[in-house]
């Protein structure tokens, strides 16, 4: 009996793993034709000013209209279209729709910012400072409406090379903002070094606002680093109210969540823009 069931066991872990190598194999093939079917779209979550409770600019970040399979999160193909290099040829056409999306808010007459997320392998490509200074000839988008994000991983590695790459990018006009400040196991001692823009308070701290002292000193060390150092500072993830009015009281600069807006697709962006002009402004 043990024996079988042992057996048994081991079957049941055989078919787990070539299921789950399978289904790696089967997104593989559907993500390469993602780009081509046009079942790539960004959504655009809105950042507010603290201040002047205006919003002054939308993230972009990148959903994949599977029709089989539906909406596929970018947590769960981001990665593997990394490991791809697919990530190449589809952050082109990130930061070409992002810059473009941006564009058509300025003819409106709403000068907003873009921030586009770059994951480590478009980051470390050769040609990006290249292809960026293309886009933004081509879109016609001031450079300062463009927020590239990086990680503190990349920040991390190749110390010239990454420096180097960020000095390029400010000599073309773009911002630089560090995602997910603080859950990245790095040393402060880049933010001296590298010529950013602005600190993206990770969501795992805010979302501690109230229930631990310990997370919100963090925040406000955060904060007042930030100030001291001339960055803006953004909280991520905010989701209700006592949030907000911490980092209101902390003197955070924008923030950004569910609190104000979930990300959403180009069309409600308009909409969105004229009821918070009523709404916060
Ligand atoms: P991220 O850049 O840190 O983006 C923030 C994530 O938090 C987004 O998830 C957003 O929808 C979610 N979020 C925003 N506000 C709230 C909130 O109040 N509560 C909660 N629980 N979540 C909130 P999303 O869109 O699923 O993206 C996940 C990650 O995938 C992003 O994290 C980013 O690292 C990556 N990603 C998304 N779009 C792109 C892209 O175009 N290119 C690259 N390279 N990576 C992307
Ligand atoms: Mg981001
Ligand atoms: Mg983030
Ligand atoms: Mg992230």
Redesign the pocket.
């Known amino acids: 009996r043990a024996k079988a069931s042992g057996k048994n066991k081991y079957m049941f872990y055989a078919a787990k793993m070539s299921d789950v190598e399978d289904e790696k194999h089967f997104l593989e093939g559907e993500l390469s034709k993602a780009l081509q079917n046009e079942e790539l779209v960004l959504h655009y979550?809105p950042q507010v000013d603290l201040a002047t409770k205006r919003i002054v600019g939308f993230?972009?970040?990148?959903r994949w209209h599977h029709p089989k399979l539906g909406l596929v999160?970018?947590?769960s193909f981001?990665p593997l279209a990394e490991e791809t290099g697919l990530?190449i040829p589809m952050?082109e056409w990130?930061i070409r729709t992002a810059c473009k999306q941006a564009a058509t808010w300025r003819d409106g007459g709403y000068e907003l910012k873009v921030g586009?997320?770059?994951?480590p392998l478009?980051f470390n490509q050769s040609n990006l400072v290249g292809l960026i200074a293309h886009i933004l000839k081509e879109t016609k988008l001031p450079p300062h409406l463009l927020d590239l994000?990086i990680t503190e991983g990349i920040a991390m590695k190749k110390e010239e090379q990454v420096i180097k790459k960020l000095h390029q990018l400010k000599e073309l006009g773009v911002q630089i903002s560090i995602?997910?400040f603080g859950t990245g196991y790095s040393s402060l001692s880049y933010l001296t070094k590298y010529p950013i823009h602005t600190l993206k308070i990770a969501?795992e701290f805010i979302r501690e606002i109230g229930t631990s002292r310990q997370e919100e000193a963090i925040i406000s060390s955060i904060v007042m680093m930030a100030k001291n150092l001339g960055l803006t500072v953004i909280a991520?993830?905010?989701?209700t109210n006592v949030q907000w009015q911490f980092l209101e009281k902390q003197d955070c600069d924008h923030i950004?969540?569910?609190?104000i807006s979930?990300?959403i697709p180009e069309t409600e962006i308009i909409a969105l823009l004229q009821k918070s002009e009523a709404h916060y402004g």
């Open positions: 979550q993230e972009a970040l990148l999160s970018p947590a981001i990530i952050g990130i586009v997320n770059l994951s478009q994000e995602d997910d969501r991520e993830g905010v989701e950004q969540g569910f609190y979930k990300p």
